[in-house]
């Protein structure tokens, strides 16, 4: 059974309308794949630039030969383990996929998403979602409704309120070239986890001097008050200056600094918890006003890995 909500989603997407969907990684801003007026729509709402390709979210891997084709067979065995969930697999684009989807590129991301609302959505619906993460381009991915309002203000899509969002960070994202697999972004599904996986090592292709990916561009993710990873130096130095400052910690509150100001990832120290937080807390850090923020290191292992690259991007260099 559809639920009201589902209902009206359904009916906005058909009308080549924009809606927020829930998924276990972050909030997506989605349309009808098919439509090129509701993939225009999206690029001029987050102000993304046109060259930055979206990922199309489809029902099922049964669907998958619909929008990619030449699908390598580590590619099937990929989708049978990890779909639904936070893996986007980089393939040959099938012609009926819109050029503004792949940013003129041949190939497409493509992933099933692993959230109940969002799967019921798009059984109601007979074309796929195109759904990048619904903020602003560059700014923080939102992982609850109330961050995607945030984010769009007055302009803000209707939100299919799917409640915070389970993992809290974007999917991995694998590409294939002849008989390499690439990885594009550090995700939710860690590199070490997807290699072994496979039984082969996965390239990490994720600084590459002209991206491939844009996820792949420093500058990303960011909250609007500059943040730094914690130096001892540059933390004496703002306290001399009588900065405000906020922390970003893993596991314990700073004591040396207003505990206000103050956010902690994981207080139980897992690495899952802190992704799930992550976002949601650089939000609230961010909306103090402060005068700059220094972030914890977390442990480089895991999923320890795409937080930390998620906060270097966020970085001041
Ligand atoms: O978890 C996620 O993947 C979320 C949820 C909503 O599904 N979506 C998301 O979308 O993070 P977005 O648009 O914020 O990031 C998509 C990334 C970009 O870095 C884009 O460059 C890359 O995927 N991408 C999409 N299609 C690609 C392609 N054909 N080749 C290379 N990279 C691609
Ligand atoms: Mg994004």
Redesign the pocket.
């Known amino acids: 059974m559809q639920s009201k909500a589902i209902k009206k989603a359904k009916e906005l997407l058909e009308n080549e309308e924009l809606v927020a969907?829930p998924?276990?990684?972050?909030?997506?801003?989605?349309g009808n794949a098919y439509s090129t007026i509701a993939v225009k729509k999206i690029y001029e709402l987050?102000g993304?630039p046109s060259n930055?390709?979206?990922?199309?979210?489809i029902k099922s891997r049964a669907y998958l030969d619909q929008v990619a084709q030449n699908i390598p067979e580590q590619a099937y065995k990929l989708a049978e383990t990890f779909w639904p969930g936070?893996l986007?697999l980089?393939?040959e684009?099938q012609d009926r996929v819109p050029a503004l989807?792949?940013?003129h590129?041949n190939?497409?991301?493509v992933?099933v998403?692993n959230h109940p609302l969002t799967l019921n959505l798009l059984e109601a619906l007979d074309f796929p979602l195109v759904?990048?993460?619904?903020?602003t381009s560059n700014h923080i991915?939102p992982t609850c409704k109330a961050h995607v309002q945030a984010s769009f203000g007055e302009k803000s899509p209707y939100v299919l309120d799917g409640g915070p969002c389970e993992?809290g960070?974007?999917?991995t994202?694998l590409?294939f070239k002849g008989s390499e697999i690439l990885l594009?972004?550090h995700?939710?599904l860690s590199k070490e986890l997807l290699s072994a996986f496979l039984g082969q090592e996965i390239v990490e292709h994720t600084h590459a001097p002209v991206?491939?990916?844009?996820?792949?561009?420093l500058k990303?993710y960011a909250p609007h008050t500059p943040l730094y990873f914690y130096d001892d130096n540059a933390f004496k130095a703002a306290q001399e200056k009588n900065l405000r400052i906020g922390f970003l910690n893993f596991r314990a509150i700073n004591p040396y600094i207003n505990p206000e100001n103050q956010r902690i990832l994981s207080p139980l120290g897992s690495l899952e918890e802190a992704a799930k937080n992550l976002y949601r807390l650089l939000y609230e850090l961010d909306a103090l006003g402060l005068d700059l923020i220094f972030a914890e290191q977390l442990p480089p292992h895991g999923i320890g890995k795409a937080i930390h690259d998620k906060l270097y991007r966020a970085s001041q260099k």
Not at 52 to 57: A, D, E, G
């Open positions: 969907i998924t276990e990684t972050v909030y997506g801003l989605a987050k993304r930055n390709p979206l990922i199309v979210h936070p986007t980089v393939l684009k989807v792949s940013a590129k190939t497409v991301g992933r998403p759904a990048p993460s619904a903020n991915s993992a960070l974007e999917s994202i590409g594009y972004r995700g939710v991206p491939e990916s844009p996820g792949m561009f990303h």
